[in-house]
């Protein structure tokens, strides 16, 4: 718990959202501010308390958490689903209800905590209105907190050698490799920055949209992919922006036969084809090339929502 009647430097807010701070240098910015401090055991958290403080909160996301009767804590949560999804199509600012995919709700706990449900909004408007609307078990207090979530703010633009272990960014790039699909469904790819140094890329399984617009992704493309990195050099995805598509190679396939229909075949490079039925022969060009469909563009795509980091940004830009 860190308790101070002055504000804390807005810096100490952004890098702890986008790096590691060592604890001893936030306990002694705290104690130059006079700052009243108790741990208990691990005193790291006094860094993401002190955080908290010095976030200056330009942008701004809320949620209005509802809380149980004591008396109810441990036992199954009474929340109606059907009434958080009318709440949800009447307030158009709500955002992270539920998952369409899994048809799982996202504003209850799965935890034994005294925690009844909270409504996310970009407005503090939304979830106040929208409180009565949800039907459950008695509430027994409601806060509306301020919140980061959404915002971002653990992104900002970097090149491969600058985002160092356990630091989160934006890279912008080519695809340099064809994706690999990896047990489990994950995929990775290896992408170039502008300064031209490469990083492993990683979509894992449970994003779900993520691996399926990493796979078609081909040599060439342009994108912007955002996520962190843990202790080794590879970053996990947890967005990108495909700005640019490269060409996509066509694949011919070798004519029928016009006069009897029978699929020829190529006689060489360059040679042409012939029908092994009546021996007719037409030029390279007759190959027929199919198109090629692609079942994506360029656009933002992020992770399946009950997989999304709280703070990934929620707009078209991270």
């Known amino acids: 718990m860190v308790a101070t009647d002055r504000g804390l430097p807005a810096a100490l807010y952004w890098e702890a959202v986008r790096t590691i701070v060592p604890v001893a240098r936030v306990r002694s910015t705290l104690l130059a501010q006079g700052a009243w401090v108790r741990t208990a055991a691990d005193d790291r958290g006094i860094v993401g308390a ?12 809320w949620e209005l958490i509802s809380y ?7 036992r199954p949560r009474v929340v109606s689903a059907p009434s958080v999804r009318r ?28 925690i009844l449900f909270g409504l996310r909004g970009s407005t503090a408007e939304g979830p106040l209105r929208a409180r009565r609307w ?17 915002t971002g703010d653990h992104l900002r633009p970097r090149t491969v050698r600058t985002m160092g272990p356990y630091e989160s960014g934006t890279i912008r790039g080519t ?16 992408l170039r920055d502008r300064v031209g140094d490469v990083v492993r890329v990683v979509a894992f399984e449970p994003t779900k949209t993520l691996p399926r617009i990493a796979r078609s992704l081909v040599p060439g ?98």
Do not use: K
């Not at 149980?68 to 441990?74: I, S």
């Not at 340099?176 to 290896?190: A, I, K, N």
């Open 175 to 190: 695809v340099e490799s064809r994706p690999e699909v990896l047990r489990g469904g994950h995929v990775r790819f290896d």
């Open 87 to 114: 709440a949800q199509r009447r307030e158009p600012t709500f955002f992270l209800c539920e998952d369409l995919r899994t048809r799982r709700l996202l504003v209850t706990p799965h935890t034994p905590c005294p």
């Open 134 to 150: 949800v039907r459950s078990e008695p509430v027994d207090r409601w806060v509306l907190f301020r919140t980061n979530q959404g």
């Open 221 to 318: 493309d342009r994108v912007a992919a955002w996520g962190a990195r843990a202790g080794d050099p590879a970053v996990r995805l947890e967005g990108i922006r495909v700005e640019r598509l490269a060409p996509r190679p066509e694949r011919s396939r070798p004519p029928r036969c016009p006069n009897c229909a029978g699929r020829m075949h190529s006689v060489g490079a360059a040679r042409g084809y012939r029908c092994e039925t009546c021996r007719t022969r037409l030029p390279p060009e007759s190959a027929r090339r199919p198109s090629v469909v692609l079942r994506f563009g360029p656009g933002v795509y992020h992770p399946t929502p009950s997989a999304r980091r709280h703070l990934a940004p929620l707009g078209p830009e991270p």
């Open 50 to 61: 002190a955080a908290a403080i010095a976030w200056p909160g330009r942008r701004r996301t």
């Open 68 to 74: 149980r009767d004591a008396t109810r804590e441990g």
